[in-house]
């Protein structure tokens, strides 16, 4: 064999005999122990990796609730039960999970919102729409109806109503926030699902336009933020509510003549009203014709 040819492949043999040694000795050197917790925990975690908790995924929720940067009952999707089960893992208290749900912030659907002259065709999506020509509604604000945060929700907790609104389903909704990534105009939000009173309403146009664009619009009044003594704040001409000093009881709610600012129940109710008198509304078209005008 050619005296070359032999060098080579002794000189490859050595150098990867130094590296696989090189490679030994850093493995012993450099090893970082696992607890052993942090797989338990993890294998106890629903496995949505959807960051509602605010970590990356289930495993750093994992490793920070080991660590103890974190309590148990930080997973929303898991809710009480995985809480009961990771703080058993750990033998601490598990602590009360507060259930969180998405709120849509918005009840300008297509009964309400005034439609623009030129009605958009295209694709549907909320983050095209909004990109090309913001929808066929008037408000540049509010919900266009696209369905992104349907199309999102793994857990189907979230749906399109006949009026062209998303509608929470609370008791399947996790609280994992991808409506909320989801939505270009920023009006879903995760709140405690025991939160009653919210602005149904992002709108920061003046109050002329509020009026023209939207039958159920914040006009900025101001009524509510006068009287709740801090608890609703007015951020460019939007009625804001601030949590930690609101109290309902201070509410003029019959002062606010678009309703924006009001109970979720009774937003609710009134979205599925409104919707049943434009069902009814079509049915008596289709049957007469000629009241369609």
């Known amino acids: 064999m050619d005296l070359n040819i032999l060098i080579a492949i002794a000189t490859m043999g050595g150098l990867g005999f130094i590296f696989a040694g090189a490679l030994a000795i850093a493995d012993k050197k450099l090893r970082v122990e696992e607890n052993p917790l942090i797989g338990k925990v993890n294998d106890a975690l629903p496995g949505a990796n959807c960051g509602a908790c605010g970590k990356a995924g289930c495993y750093d929720f994992a490793v920070n609730v080991v660590e103890g940067t974190i309590s148990p009952n930080g997973c929303p999707v898991g809710g009480q039960d ?35 002259m030129v009605e958009y ?10 990109l090309v020509s913001g929808g066929s509604k008037m408000c540049q604000y509010g919900c266009m ?15 399109l109503g ?16 991808m409506c909320v990534k989801a939505c270009p105009r920023d009006i879903i939000e995760l709140h405690p699902a025991d939160r009653e009173v919210f602005v149904f309403c992002k709108s920061h146009d ?60 009774d937003a609710f109710n009134q979205m599925q009203e409104g919707t049943a008198d434009a069902d009814a509304q079509k049915l008596a078209a289709d049957v007469n014709p000629e009241q369609k005008n």
């Open 82 to 116: 995985t809480a009961n089960e990771v703080a058993a893992l750990l033998g601490i208290e598990a602590g009360t999970a507060v259930k969180i749900v998405a709120r849509v912030l918005c009840r300008g659907g297509n009964i309400e919102a005034a439609r623009k």
């Open 121 to 130: 065709r295209g694709p549907q999506s909320c983050a095209t729409m909004d």
């Open 145 to 159: 109806g696209g369905g992104d945060c349907v199309d999102v929700c793994t857990f189907n907790a979230i749906y």
């Open 162 to 177: 006949d009026n062209g609104l998303p509608i929470v389903v609370d008791e399947l909704c996790t609280g994992c926030g």
């Open 206 to 265: 003046d109050p002329k336009t509020s009026k023209e664009v939207c039958e159920v619009a914040c006009t900025g009044c101001g009524i509510c933020a006068r009287k709740s003594d801090g608890g609703v704040v007015l951020s460019d001409g939007l009625a804001v509510i601030q949590w930690e000093n609101f109290d309902p009881e201070k509410i003029p709610f019959d002062k606010c003549k678009t309703s924006a600012i009001c109970y979720l129940r």
